[in-house]
């Protein structure tokens, strides 16, 4: 091991500028993709945000006994996917209805008799907060002998969903792209060291040294780079994320493992390009 990692390195001082230029190209890649991964941090963390509000409000029949709805709160709160079922009573909703309905205030307070229901907003679970799920509940809680009506928003639900799957999809798009434009500057530069090296090589193997002998120290080598221009990659984020937070909108950097995650896959795809480059010309040579 320690010869091999004597060689990979050896390879860095034969050819600087070829090494600099590929841990440089490789961390702009790998830049480009983290900073359309912060846009997916943070678009995650905004949906998030917008997911929290999902409520399923189930409306009760006037005159339903308190002790009937109470027993309901119960049972509803054991479903898998509530976290929370509250009852509102109509004099609360009247009440939040002049608290938060500013300017029907004086219109509401002129009200002889309350036209609001009672109901129980029911919130679930983080994951459970999607289309399917909400829709699932929602028929439940109309099965129920006292629920007038269920409303949820099913629309903005079903829109929801869709944005978290367009999300997911361009994200899964753009990081295969820039994982291929990696591995391709990656195979380059370690094809030419190997053409570089192919004399020595065709020695090596004429006295017995294995391809796997031979291949070791370029498949590190494609991994340090892969490696350096993760690390590169994350302190060129970090830059972008302060002056994004300081000048034009507050936002949020990778957690330790995303960051971590980026500089694994820069090491992976620099395995993969040394890999596929070093198998591909050991056959020629």
């Known amino acids: ?9 050896l390879a860095f001082r ?9 841990v440089t190209t490789i961390a702009f890649s790998l830049f480009v993709l ?26 009760v029949l006037p005159g339903t ?17 509530v976290s929370s079922a509250t009852f509102v009573s109509e004099d609360s909703a009247l009440a939040r209805a002049r608290r938060e309905l500013v300017e029907f205030r004086d219109l509401l307070r ?6 609001l229901p009672a109901s129980i907003e029911v919130k679930l679970k983080p994951a ?25 928003g099913r629309d ?16 899964l798009v753009v990081g295969a792209a820039f994982a291929i434009v990696a591995v391709i500057i990656i195979g380059t530069t370690i094809r030419m060291a190997v053409l570089q090296r192919s004399r020595e090589i065709a020695i090596m193997r004429l006295v017995g040294a294995t391809n796997g002998f031979v291949r070791r120290p370029f498949l590190l080598q494609g991994a340090l780079k892969g490696l350096l221009g993760g690390i590169v990659a994350i302190g060129l984020s970090y830059a972008a994320y302060t002056l994004i937070n300081r ?19 820069g090491t992976v795809i620099g395995l993969m390009g040394s890999l596929l480059s070093v198998g591909r010309h050991l056959r020629r040579i």
């Open 110 to 115: 002129e009200l002889e008799r309350n036209p």
């Open 128 to 152: 459970f907060q999607d289309a399917q799920h909400v829709n699932a509940v929602a028929d439940r809680l109309r099965g129920l002998t006292f629920v007038d009506d269920v409303r949820f």
């Open 156 to 171: 903005w639900v079903e829109k929801l969903d869709r944005l978290r799957r367009l999300a997911a999809a361009v994200g």
């Open 1 to 9: 091991m320690t010869l091999t990692m004597r060689e990979a390195l």
């Open 65 to 81: 006994p308190i002790e009937t709805v109470t027993l309901a709160e119960q049972d509803i709160e054991a479903f898998p996917e």
């Open 247 to 265: 000048y034009l909108i507050a936002s949020s950097f990778f957690s330790v493992g995303q960051a971590f995650g980026i500089v694994l896959f």
């Open 14 to 22: 034969r050819a600087p500028l070829l090494s600099a230029l590929s």
């Open 34 to 59: 983290g900073l359309f991964g912060l846009v997916a941090v943070n678009l995650r963390q905004a949906l998030r945000g917008v997911a929290e509000r999902v409520e399923i409000v189930a409306y």
